[in-house]
T-cell receptor, first 117, second 116 residues
Framework: AQKVTQAQTEISVVEKEDVTLDCVYE???????LFWYKQPPSGELVFLIR??????QNEISGRYSWNFQKSTSSFNFTITASQVVDSAVYFC??????????????FGAGTRLAVHP | GAGVSQSPSNKVTEKGKDVELRCDPI?????LYWYRQSLGQGLEFLIY????????KSGLPSDRFSAERTGGSVSTLTIQRTQQEDSAVYLC??????????????FGSGTRLTVV
């Protein structure tokens, strides 16, 4: 069955430290998408990235970078030089195709990141 | 509208009462999802609507939960005889169409339901 595991429940760092959030997934599909969402204290889900299962290139966006490795079924997220505003819960999610041809997001349990000044 | 709109943003209800939560998806988005996020937990899939197809109700936790989507647009999630364990944030999301390449999921701000 499809599953997303975020083993780190909470991470606490000091500002300017680098931090990596782990995500491991399980799927039988060959075509799927992986996502990262940020949920700040205000509660809304903020989309960060979507990655196609056929594209294993790492991606960098400012202080954020993502490492996708199909061989280990991992899609890890690194924040460089963390800031207090990065404090949030981060969710990794998997979208795959179910019978009927539709998709739904399967979420991990989330990692709560606290960045202290 | 520009985003997914949910109402009310907060709802406090007495145990045993029925509640209705509303989701107004982005215009033109044929796929609509309901998720539930209990305190400190991840997001749990509840139900999915796609166009005129039969919805996927596999995530509804009990028969007290039901949802409908009228005219392929607005959706209402109804919880009958609410229980304290129903307290959670209920999130709605929409996307352009079905299929793995069907665009990103846009989430609403959610309805925080508290059953007292």
């Amino acid at each position: 069955a499809q599953k997303v595991t975020q083993a780190q429940t909470e991470i606490s760092v000091v500002e300017k430290e680098d931090v990596t959030l782990d995500c491991v997934y399980e799927t039988r599909d060959t075509t799927y998408y992986l996502f990262w969402y940020k949920q700040p204290p205000s509660g809304e889900l903020v989309f960060l990235i979507r990655r196609n299962s056929f594209d294993e290139q790492n991606e960098i966006s400012g202080r954020y970078s993502w490492n996708f490795q199909k061989s280990t079924s991992s899609f890890n997220f690194t924040i460089t030089a963390s800031q207090v505003v990065d404090s949030a819960v981060y969710f990794c999610a998997l979208s795959e195709t179910f019978s009927g041809g539709y998709n739904k997001l399967i979420f991990g349990a989330g990692t709560r990141l606290a960045v202290h000044p | 509208g520009a985003g997914v709109s949910q109402s009310p943003s907060n709802k406090v209800t007495e145990k045993g009462k029925d509640v209705e939560l509303r989701c107004d998806p982005i215009s033109g988005h044929t796929a609509l999802y309901w998720y539930r996020q209990s305190l400190g937990q991840g997001l749990e899939f509840l139900i999915y609507f796609q166009g005129n197809s039969a919805p996927d109700k596999s995530g509804l936790p009990s028969d007290r939960f039901s949802a409908e989507r009228t005219g392929g647009s607005v959706s209402t999630l109804t919880i009958q005889r609410t229980q304290q364990e129903d307290s959670a944030v209920y999130l709605c999301a929409s996307r352009v169409f079905k299929g793995v390449a069907g665009g990103g999921y846009t989430f609403g701000s959610g309805t925080r339901l508290t059953v007292v």
